[in-house]
């Protein structure tokens, strides 16, 4: 009961301390970290039981669900302190002593270090006493000053070794320094949506606390752990923790518990932030997964401790899990019974204890092998069987040059001369052997190539300079092996060879096609009202075109880029979303249908003053004009709409717009009677027989650096 015991002591220990230093709120570390384990159900109850609901858990964080935080400095200061950062500390980097150790596991390299080491030991061999005795016979040696400069070849294989493995270990030691830096940079730039003050702001990831409402979307990688507050047919892919490849469906009702690196596949919604960093699920596997040798040597240590007490050990297997875990990871006790549990690890975690009663005692071992082998690239795969092969090749030689030098030393000396063995003459012919054998081993290393790694080594080097000028960042020498193979890079198109800022700069309204932006005074008041509240409510809330930061500059575009672009068109026509939305909060809005890959589009249905209502819908024009059996024609009244009008239209509005590199939205809208109540979940009947408003043709202009790659649009 020792080890129970202990690990109880260290839990309630952990446990005062949070409670102790909750810093002012009502909740502490291994509370929410608790809390965060619990799904479904369970998780409503114990919110509602324990804190009163969200609101209360919000009140507890000193944190408002509809303003979120202040933005006072001390504040954010003090829930860094008191509930971490939003970072997870990076694996320590390798020295540059650890990545000179690797260059020297090379093949050729080790083949190079063996023949170094023996030509230098046989260079500084001289054989004792007078070795021309007349008597004994004699042998061809090699010239006479051959010996005094024996040394020079084994030294300048050492120094070709030398060089090798410096200027490899100094580019990628280099090059791995670059890398994180460019990894920091990457982690500022990754943003989230959170409110402070009442207001949308985007900040970077690891600015996040907890306590923070975010603001949450499709397509959404999520940076934390948190609890829903409002959602809009909100579902999660958290396949990344649990391997269940079916998307989640998040509800206040049902299931509110948001996990970090889950991505949000269909919906929108708020969260209240609960678990930043280390603290949080994904940070939680971090720590598991990349706790370092340290932690081996810890469990090592604990296991062979339990080979004294193997049977208590085995008597309490839960309790020795959760002391090694909780000494070695810094995690609380309950939370890692609870993670494994989960996570289907526990029985990787059983696997010391199995070697601690006699079952597979190597595991371990074969562990850290797989973990330290490297895989080779086709280049080192190459010139490792190519130097094993020339090993093999020198080593036979040399064998066959040693076996015929002393075949010509025997027959000459004891058939030709007729000499016989003396027993003084022994040492002589020892000294004749070690220097046949010396004239071997010079033969292996002559045939050993020295300057193969030096020369791949320097030219793989160079290479990567080079690559450096076109801003290709290789990590590894050998990896610009791959980079320099690549006859197509595939690359995505949206953001990364365009500017990623949506422009609507065409649509068709009122059976018009327009080139350019139409003035507001052109359009028919019906269409161009309902176009206004198509796009203005119909668009995630999160999506918004906030001022400029710097006078003169482009207004910022916040939230999905396509919606920005509609929101701009509604600006572009004199007209502003805000006072729409004010009108129609997102708390209000009757039933959404958010955009995922089946449906291509997305519909939101709001109650009218008179009981009856109205859903708006956009979405892909193709996708969307089947939909439709009406249009709005010159006057804003709806017209029939055959199946003909649509062909004709993909034909003269859309297909030349798509020509020109431009995206389609199609906008539509349809009326539902007050009574009976249409079935909104059969979305079959709900999303059709809609009347078409407009199709607006959206722009990305491509980067001003992509000035060398071709857009190839199919018509």
Known sequence: MGDMSNSSDFYAKNQRSENNHAGGFGVSVLELRSLMEQRATEAVVRVQEEYGGVEGLCSRLNT??????????????????????????????KTFLELVWEALQDVTLIILEVAAVVSLGLSFYRPPGDTSVDSCGAAAGGEEGEGEAGWIEGAAILLSVVCVVLVTAFNDWSKEKQFRGLQ?????????????????????????????????????????????????????DESSLTGESDHVKKDTEHDPMLLSGTHVMEGSGRMVVTAVGVNSQTGIIFTLLGAGTEEEELKEKKDEDGLRNADHTASHPIATITTDGASAGNIGNATLINVKKQDGAAAMEMQPLKSAEGGEPDEKEKRKVNVSKKDKSVLQGKLTKLAVQIGKAGLLMSSITVIMLVLTFVIDTF?????????????????????????????????????????????????????????????????CETMGNATAICSDKTGTLTTNRMTAVQCYIADVHHKVVPDPGALPPKSLDVLMHAISINSAYTSKILPPDIEGGLPKQVG?????????????????????????????LYKVYTFNSARKSMSTVVKQPDGSYRMYSKGASEIMLKKCN??????????????????EMVKKVIEPMACEGLRTICVAYRDFPASPEPLWDEEDLI????IAVSVVGIEDPVRPEVGHVSLVITC
């Not at 999303?687 to 809609?690: G, I, P």
């Open 560 to 588: 999905n880029k396509t919606e920005c672009g509609l929101l701009g068109l509604v600006l572009d026509l004199k007209r502003d979303y805000q006072p729409i939305r004010k009108q129609m909060p997102e708390e209000l």
């Open 630 to 647: 009406r249009i709005l024609n010159e006057v804003g009244e709806p017209r029939v709409f055959r199946p003909r009008d649509r062909d």
């Open 415 to 479: 058939v030709v001369q007729g000499l016989p063995w003396l027993t003084e003459c022994t040492p002589i012919y020892i000294q004749y052997f070690v220097k046949f054998f010396i004239v071997g081993v010079t033969v292996l290393v002559v045939a050993v190539p020295e300057g193969l790694p030096l020369a791949v080594t320097i030219s793989l080097a160079y290479s990567v300079k080079k690559m450096m000028k076109d801003n290709n960042l290789v990590r590894h020498l050998d990896a």
């Open 184 to 236: 920091s940079r990457i982690q500022q730039e990754q943003k989230f949506q959170v409110v402070r003050d009442g207001q949308v702001v985007q900040l970077p990831v690891a600015d996040l606390v907890v306590g923070d409402i975010a603001q949450i979307k499709y397509g959404d990688l999520l940076p934390t752990d948190g609890i829903l507050i409002q959602g809009n047919d909100l579902k999660i």
């Open 64 to 93: 408002s669900p509809t303003e979120g935080l202040t933005s006072s400095q001390a504040d954010l200061d003090k829930r860094r302190e008191v509930y971490g950062e939003n970072t997870i500390p990076p694996k320590k980097p």
């Open 687 to 690: 999303l059709n027989d809609l």
